[in-house]
């Protein structure tokens, strides 16, 4: 990773940020200084600023944290898949936790993509004037479930229009800490990148603020499991159905922190946050164990709908719970409730 760093002049004052850093940043392109600012790599005078709006200060100090490159074309790899539905424009797979979307620092192979280029050699398209799939939508790394991909250019234009307006099915099963007060509800809170870690999303409290993005997920428990207070009668924790109305990064862990049920295993938003204080007994015992065994976040996306963006027919595709997570839910319903 490198880093440039770019004292503001007087005649700079008042410029967008994103406009400032393509001028003064070198080869840095406006798009390309919009999307490390949204990414939390920028900070103005040490703080962090996500707004690519935020206007220019004379003799402040802009450094700009460059992620180190990776290569320019994804390299073809035989990887197997599990597909789940496969025509001449799309590819619907069930993707297992552990598996990047995208090459990335750290990941730069054995993705997805990797995959896919293997499987589809000679199917694909030019889609945006390169051989590659078109990748319309993205499971974090440790996300498990089915996803979509688009093997042409039409098909990626219409599945991008489908996310875009919100035409489209899925549902995602997540395990967490506690359940939902109401069991049944909205989360409507705006979204950005954290000031404090780059590398975090969080809620914002100006949902009108520029660096916060509109987010909905609509929720409910479908079981719950034992107790954490034989007092309160609170649930140790719950199964819960999560419907997307948006899909902004990191959306669901978020949301479910910020209602105060983190995802079980969330390495992020909540592992510190694990079953404890269960009480004593088989069934308590079984239900830690499996809690701290969870190495990533229980999250599954379990069902994916919508209409083939050619063809036209309604498509709907279900993804069974992986091992893990259903081991999880068999260990909590051993979990005794009065």
Known sequence: MSRIEITAAPEDAGQRLDAFLAAKGGEISRTRAKALIEEGAVTVDGAPEVSPRAAIKPGSVYAVALPAPVAAEPQAENIPLDILF???????????????????????????????LHHCKGQLSGIGGVERPGIVHRLDKLTSGVMVAAKTEPAHTGLA?????????????????GAPRPLVGTVDAAIARSQTDRKKMSVHRNPDSPAARRAVTHYKAIETFGERDKHTHVPAAAL??????????????????????????????????????????EGHAAAIAAAKAMTRQSLHAAVLGFDHPVTGKTLRFESPLPDDMAGLIAALRRLPKD
């Open 86 to 116: 496969e025509d001449a424009h799309l590819i619907i797979l069930n993707k297992p936790a552990g598996m990047a979307v995208h090459p990335a620092p750290g990941s730069e192979d054995g993705t997805l993509v990797n995959a896919l």
């Open 161 to 177: 229009a489908l996310f875009e307006h919100h035409d489209i099915e899925r549902m995602y099963l997540a395990v967490t800490r």
């Open 240 to 281: 819960i159905e999560c419907r997307l109305e948006t899909g902004r990064t990191h959306q669901i862990r978020v949301h479910m922190s910020h209602i105060g049920v983190p995802v079980l295993g969330d390495p992020v938003y909540g592992r510190q946050m694990q079953l404890t204080a269960l009480g004593s007994g």
